[in-house]
C-alpha cells in the first residue's frame, strides 16, 4: 500500500464517501460516523456541500469518532482563499493528530463562475493555490499541514498531484481510469478510488436507484470529458448513460458483485477504494448498506 506520503495516517483499504449523510442533521452525522468508525471501514470522506463548511463538516466527524480517518473529498478552493485553506487544515491536524486528509478540488465551471472566479486554467490554478498555501503564515501551535491529495481526473491534474501532494481522489470513474491514474503517479502516492455502489435484485431496480446518480455527474464536463479521452461515445454518456457505462462506473448487485469491483480497482492500483453509496431513499442514513457491506473490511484488511 502507497502510504509514504500519508505519514502516520493509517485510511485502511475501504472507505465511505458521505454522500447523502450530508443532508443530515449533526447528531445523525455522528452517530452514523461513529458506527462507520465501529464497522471498520478506515476513512469517511466528504464533499463541500451548500449545507456545511468543510472545515466545520471535519470537525463533526473528527469529534464523534476517535480514530476513523476523515478526508475532505473535496475542499473547493474558490471558497476560502490559500491562507485560510491552510489554517484550516493546520488547525484540525493539530486537533487530532493523523487522522485528517485534506483533499483540494478545482469544483466545476459554473459553480466557479456563481462564486466570481474565472474557470479557464483550473490545472494553472491549482498550482498557484499550492505555493501560496505551503507559504501562508501560521501563527497557531506548531502543526504541519496535513497530507494534501488532489481530484485528479485528467492527466495534467494527476500529473501535479503525483509532482506536488500525497496522491489523487479521483471521483467517478472506472477501473480502467484507475490504471492509468496509477501508471501517472508512479508507485509511491496514495490513490483512492470512488466506487458508487447500488445494492439490488437486479439491473431494473439498480438502475431505478443508480440513474439519479450518473443523471447528475454525466451532465457535468470535467467527467464527461474525462469518459470521452477514456473512449466512451458521446451517445454513452447521454444521462443517465447506457448500460455499459453504468456497469463501467457503478458496482451493483449483491456484496459478492461489489466484493470484486473492489479488488479490480486494488489490482487497477488504487490504495484504497470509496464506497459511494447511492440508496433509494437519500433522507433515510444508508446503515443497512454500511452493516451489509461491512464483512469486506475483515477480507481487505492490510
Same mark, same amino acid.
Given at each position: 500500500m502507497s502510504l509514504t506520503r500519508l505519514g502516520n495516517i493509517k485510511?485502511? $483499504?475501504l472507505g465511505i464517501f458521505s454522500g447523502a449523510l450530508a443532508a443530515q442533521p449533526s447528531t445523525i452525522q455522528r452517530?452514523?460516523?461513529a458506527e462507520i468508525q465501529e464497522l471498520g471501514y478506515?476513512?469517511?470522506?466528504y464533499g463541500e456541500a451548500v449545507a456545511r463548511?468543510?472545515?466545520?463538516?471535519?470537525?463533526?466527524? @473528527?469529534? *464523534?469518532?476517535?480514530?476513523?480517518?476523515?478526508?475532505?473529498?473535496?475542499?473547493?478552493?474558490?471558497?476560502?482563499?490559500? #491562507?485560510?485553506?491552510?489554517?484550516?487544515g493546520r488547525a484540525l491536524a493539530e486537533a487530532w493528530p493523523n487522522r485528517f486528509i485534506l483533499g483540494l478540488g478545482v469544483s466545476h465551471a459554473p459553480a466557479v463562475a456563481a462564486r466570481g472566479h474565472d474557470y479557464a486554467r483550473p490545472v494553472s490554478a491549482m498550482r498557484g493555490y499550492l505555493d501560496q498555501m505551503a507559504q501562508?503564515?501560521?501563527r497557531g501551535p506548531e502543526a504541519q499541514l496535513p497530507p494534501v491529495v488532489l481530484a485528479a481526473l485528467g492527466p495534467r491534474m494527476v500529473a501535479l498531484a503525483a509532482e506536488r501532494t500525497a496522491g489523487a481522489y479521483p471521483y467517478f470513474t472506472t477501473v480502467e481510469?484507475? $490504471?492509468?491514474? $496509477?501508471?501517472?503517479l508512479g508507485p509511491e502516492p496514495f490513490l483512492a478510488a470512488d466506487l458508487p455502489v447500488v445494492l439490488a435484485r437486479d439491473r431494473a431496480e439498480a438502475r431505478t436507484i443508480g440513474d439519479v446518480h450518473t443523471n447528475l455527474y454525466l451532465r457535468l464536463d470535467n467527467y464527461r470529458n474525462n469518459l470521452l479521452r477514456l473512449g466512451w461515445k458521446p451517445d454513452e454518456l447521454e444521462p443517465p448513460g447506457s &448500460? &455499459? @457505462?453504468? &456497469? *463501467?462506473?457503478? *458496482?451493483?448487485?449483491? #456484496?459478492?458483485t461489489v466484493h470484486e469491483r473492489i479488488n479490480a480497482l486494488l489490482s487497477a492500483g488504487a490504495d484504497q477504494v470509496v464506497l459511494n453509496l447511492i440508496t433509494q431513499d437519500r433522507s433515510?442514513?444508508?446503515?443497512?448498506?454500511?452493516? #451489509? @457491506? *461491512?464483512?469486506?473490511?475483515?477480507?481487505?484488511?492490510d
Open positions: 485510511p485502511g $483499504r452517530e452514523v460516523a478506515g476513512t469517511l470522506w463548511e468543510a472545515f466545520a463538516q471535519a470537525s463533526i466527524f @473528527l469529534s *464523534a469518532t476517535s480514530k476513523l480517518v476523515i478526508a475532505s473529498g473535496i475542499a473547493n478552493i474558490w471558497a476560502r482563499d490559500p #491562507t485560510a485553506m491552510g489554517a484550516g501562508a503564515p501560521w481510469h484507475i $490504471r492509468l491514474v $496509477r501508471e501517472q &448500460d &455499459d @457505462l453504468f &456497469d *463501467a462506473v457503478v *458496482a451493483w448487485g449483491e #456484496t459478492a433515510v442514513p444508508y446503515l443497512a448498506e454500511l452493516r #451489509t @457491506l *461491512a464483512s469486506l473490511n475483515s477480507v481487505l484488511a
